[in-house]
């Protein structure tokens, strides 16, 4: 499906336009109303759909969560040539200098999520005007369709958590009367609707494996009941955990580890290289291409500030810095597992310390191989600005500049690498945590070991040129002995950062456990002395969880838009 979709997109147009241009021209690459009459525009319509979900871009993410989940989180710094350089990310990790007015990441990131919900509500429209005889995938592409919105409102839900929620029968007169002050369990609800008829409408197995199924719905589903289940007040604080939600979320990852059709990869890396993109792992995800055709190709830009600022083969733009907090939590005791309450005492010696090896799958290290490529390893003069953010790297959605998926569009980087939206060692972990909040944390034992397992078996591509490791590596299986909820609920908090450090959940899990105020205030309290940029950093709780309503759209709604608290 990868180059189907893409080719789709590229033959049927980008843009489902309303603007009027002059009477002697037609735009190319414009659909009229007139054109969406067959099957096959209407084919082309769902494949922009599935488009909208990549077109994210450098200031305006709507699938990386580098900034708003990495970065906003104890994972990682800006990064980049100083704090004024893309100073809206500065203030994002300072908390208390997010504004309304933010036109990058706050509001930028607002208007194009909007863009993928309207991508799909014009294309629903467009199906349900043929008939089953007429259009036999009607029912399929209707519940992919609906699986594409949920996924974009389940982001905007996760940043600014109220929002205006619409299906595609609302007119331009009822958006506009649509408000974002929906209670917040009817919310959930509302976007669940949109992936529970996915569960109902969607085969099991897509021949084009770029499209939404049954079990990549059941999985997205389960993933919004457990943060529905954690109930918070009008001030986003915890204030209960909804069993029956829980239950919910067993109950629908066990449908996906039960259908056979994922497992976990035989080694980490192959979720990050494209020559194992697609595989085993991978549940959902977000389809590129390069070498298309077209110029570009349809790369993935939202990391592509993210690569090493000095190495000669990249040479731009040295942001997302992984903090030396992430660094300290990789390190393991005698026994392989992780210090726990004492990981950042010190700052780690990584000349004597053990390590769990996922460290070398996401830190660039001097004198550490560089995404699995031993003959350039890692040096500290590729750090952009060390005085400043210190001396790591990023790199688990970082490709080599001699990979076949690598573009260089000037100075910024570009990769025809996929995007995973879900994979297999989430939902391990998302059954696990559902287990343990049921006070079942036994079963959430052996789901933990097996991602445990899986991280120290990933070493194969971690050698350097003379086939030593760069680190001492020493991860082991939890033992049941001890294995109480609260050391269960340690366990999984803490491997769930090790597994996708980086990635961007971060921050959203330290919001839906309830606990982001007191884990990152005692992270700035600890690292401004490191890092002094974060002197005045602060999180406060009650506005911090979440990112203000953008004033341009409180304005553009003459006040319907209620804005967030403590903005």
């Known amino acids: ?82 704090t004024g350089d893309v100073g809206e990310i500065d203030a994002l990790e300072h908390y208390n200098l997010v ?101 109902d409408n969607l085969p099991d197995t897509q021949a084009e494996i770029g499209r939404a199924n049954k079990v990549a719905a059941q999985a997205y589903l389960a993933k919004l009941r457990l943060f529905q289940a954690y109930e918070q007040d009008d001030k986003h604080k915890v204030v209960n955990i909804n069993k029956t939600r829980l239950q919910e ?16 990869s035989s080694d980490i890396a192959e979720n990050f290289i494209p020559e194992t993109e697609n595989g085993p792992e991978s549940i959902f995800a977000i389809q590129f291409t390069i070498n298309d055709g ?25 942001f997302h810095a992984p903090s030396q907090n992430l660094v300290n939590a990789h390190a393991t005791d005698a026994n392989g597992l992780p210090l726990f309450d004492s990981f950042n005492n010190d700052n780690v010696d990584l000349a004597k310390a053990t390590v769990d090896p996922r460290l070398d799958h996401t830190v660039g290290i001097d004198g550490h191989p560089y995404k699995y490529d031993n003959t350039k390893p890692f040096s500290n003069s590729w750090v952009r600005d060390p005085g400043v953010y210190g001396n790591y790297h990023t790199m688990r959605y970082q490709q080599l500049a001699t990979s076949s998926s690598y573009f260089k569009l000037g100075p910024f980087m570009g990769t025809s690498k996929n995007y995973d939206i879900l ?22 034992l052996p789901l933990i070991n097996q991602v445990r397992t899986r991280a120290a078996a990933s070493t194969g591509r971690l050698k350097k040129l003379d086939g030593t490791f760069a680190s001492k590596y020493n991860v082991k ?5 001890g294995w109480t909820q609260e050391y269960a609920r340690k366990a999984l908090q803490f491997e769930r950062r090790l597994e996708f450090a980086t990635e961007g959940p971060r921050f959203f899990d330290l919001v839906r456990w309830g606990i982001a105020e007191q884990t990152l205030n005692a992270y700035i309290a600890k690292e401004k002395v490191r890092r002094p940029f974060l002197a005045t950093a602060k999180f406060t709780a009650g506005r911090d969880e979440y990112l203000p309503i953008p004033q341009a759209e409180i304005t553009f709604t003459n006040g319907l838009y209620k804005q967030n608290p403590g903005y």
Not at 4 to 28: H, K, R
Not at 32 to 43: F, G, Q, R, Y
Not at 64 to 71: L, T
């Open 423 to 444: 994979r297999y060692d989430d939902i391990l972990l998302i059954q696990a945590e559902a287990y343990i909040e049921l006070g079942q944390q036994d079963k959430a």
């Open 1 to 82: 499906m990868k180059k189907n979709i893409i080719s789709g997109i590229l033959a049927m147009g980008l843009l489902v336009s309303s603007c009027q241009a002059p009477l002697d021209y037609t735009p190319t690459g414009v659909l009229s109303s007139s054109d969406l009459t067959s099957p096959t525009a209407i084919e082309g319509l769902v494949t922009a759909a599935y488009a909208a979900i990549g077109n994210g871009d450098m200031i305006g993410p709507i699938y990386s969560n580098w900034a708003y989940g990495s970065v906003r989180s104890d994972d990682a710094y800006k990064g980049g040539g100083g």
């Open 477 to 481: 299986p939890y033992v049941s002995a």
């Open 249 to 264: 979320v067993v109950t629908l990852t066990q449908a996906v580890i039960s259908s056979g059709k994922y497992r976990l």
């Open 99 to 199: 504004t309304p007015t933010m036109d990058a990441f706050v509001t930028r990131t607002w208007k194009n999520l909007f863009k993928s919900i309207s991508r799909a509500n014009v294309a629903l429209r467009a199906v349900n005007t043929l008939s089953e005889s007429n259009f036999p995938n009607k029912k399929v592409r209707l519940a992919e369709l609906r699986f594409l919105r949920a996924h974009s409102y389940f982001t905007m839900k996760l940043l600014y958590k109220n929002i205006p929620i619409f299906d595609e029968t609302a007119t331009g007169d009822d958006i506009l009367k649509t408000s974002n002050t929906l209670p917040n369990d009817e919310a959930w609800n509302k976007i669940a609707a949109d992936f529970q008829f996915a569960i």
């Open 294 to 318: 077209t110029t570009a190709g349809r790369l993935s830009f939202e990391d592509g500030l993210n690569y090493p600022h000095g190495a000669p083969q990249y040479g731009c733009c040295g």
